[in-house]
């Protein structure tokens, strides 16, 4: 039986407020039964729901009223990438027009004490990305410093821009970022896994990171001090299994100690430009690999597979968008040779890599 979607975003709305802080709990309550509407009609023993059905309605009132789109995880529009995620948020608020799943997302961040050379790198690097990948959208979370740089040249580009809050929709934090939010709404959008009322507390912050993460292909750091929420966010990405960047800076300069030291210790990639950067992410590669596709599907170009290569592709016909371990399984081909294989197929333009080591065969 399909569910109302306006009914699913009230019960997962109101499942938000029984679990409280409990995000583990929350999720695995909506991924067992596979909705907020069937954790309500099964209780799950979270006590008397009244108080939070009627805060609930009055959310439902709140976005309906500005505009706003409550995003589940059953919604298509929901990041998929971010879904992947073993502390995805179950639902998600959204004020935007931008494509939260874009064929390519990346998050800047860094200090919120950024200096000239931080606030050049940004804008140096976006410029020039946007010449060369135009398709991406830009993350980060709207504070001061990095952040707000990363968000005001994407818009100056024409990039499409999404900030991540740490605090409801009702308000913006800081202030002083208020219309640059507004015109992100117009060429991006806001996004947060808060109700209205919710204020901008410390531990806030910290959760948002984890979105900022797990909703891009990269993360990349600018410029950060020794310790810093940029790293933190660096952190998450890692865990994720995220590529993660770090510009180096000066030796002894204060907001360059992270960078350096993610560099040295190699949790990060150095780069020092977009060109880099793309080269890295083998995006301009991928970008020929569609070409490669076209003409693929228009019959003007046969692609030899060898042996191997077919029986990766007669498994993912059954199966599309399987990861690398399973394919291994079907295959019985060892993850070492599958990997070399793999890599062989994307670049004869059949296959292409997913977040999350999943493997998608291009039709």
């Known amino acids: 039986m399909q569910i109302n979607n306006s009914e699913e975003v009230f019960y997962t709305i109101a499942l938000t407020r029984m679990t409280g802080f409990n995000q583990a709990m929350a999720l695995q309550l909506y991924q067992s039964l ?12 979270l ?7 009627r805060r609930a309605a009055a959310e439902m009132e709140f976005i309906e009223k500005n505009g706003i789109q409550a ?5 298509a529009a929901y990041p998929q990438r971010l879904k992947e995620c073993a502390d995805a948020p179950i639902i998600l608020y959204y004020k935007g027009v931008a494509d939260l799943n874009r064929q ?4 800047i961040v860094g200090t919120r004490h950024c200096t000239t050379y931080g606030q050049d790198l940004v804008r140096r690097f976006v410029s020039d990305l946007r010449r060369m990948c135009p398709d991406v959208l830009i993350v980060s979370g709207l504070a001061y410093g990095i952040d707000i740089c990363a968000h005001r040249q994407a818009l100056t580009e024409g990039y499409e821009t999404v900030g991540v809050l740490a605090h409801g929709l009702d308000q913006i934090y800081p202030p002083r970022h208020r219309d640059t939010a507004v015109e992100m709404v117009r060429q991006g959008g806001l996004l947060t896994e808060y109700m209205s009322q919710t204020q901008a507390l410390p531990n806030n912050f910290r ?19 020794y310790k810093g929420g940029g790293l ?5 990405a890692q865990e994720y299994g995220r590529d993660v960047f770090a510009f180096p800076g000066a030796v002894g300069a204060p907001y360059s100690e992270g960078c ?12 020092t430009s977009a060109q880099d950067f793309v080269e890295e992410m083998r995006w301009s590669e991928r970008g020929k690999m569609e070409e490669v596709r076209g003409k693929m599907v228009e019959g003007e170009l ?30 019985n081909i060892p993850i070492g040779q599958l990997t070399a294989l793999l890599f062989s197929l994307e670049m004869k333009g059949v296959v292409r890599p997913l977040a999350g080591g999943v493997y998608h065969l291009l039709s």
């Not at 596979?34 to 099964?42: H, R």
């Not at 390519?104 to 998050?107: A, G, L, S």
């Not at 891009?216 to 001090?225: H, N, P, Q, W």
């Not at 933190?232 to 998450?236: G, L, V, Y």
């Open 302 to 331: 046969f692609v030899e597979l060898t042996e191997e290569e077919e029986q990766v592709v007669t498994v993912l016909r059954k199966t599309n968008d399987l990861q690398l371990n399973m394919i291994a399984v079907q295959t």
């Open 260 to 271: 350096n030291r993610m560099i040295r210790n190699n949790t990060a990639a150095l780069i």
């Open 232 to 236: 933190i966010t660096c952190r998450i």
């Open 47 to 53: 006590g008397n729901w009244d108080e939070a059905l």
């Open 34 to 45: 596979g909705s907020g509407k069937a954790v309500y009609e099964q209780r799950q023993d």
């Open 71 to 75: 995003l589940t995880l059953n919604d």
């Open 104 to 107: 390519h997302v990346i998050n």
């Open 207 to 225: 959760q948002r990171n984890r979105i900022v993460a797990g909703m891009s292909d990269a993360t990349i750091l600018v410029e950060s001090a």
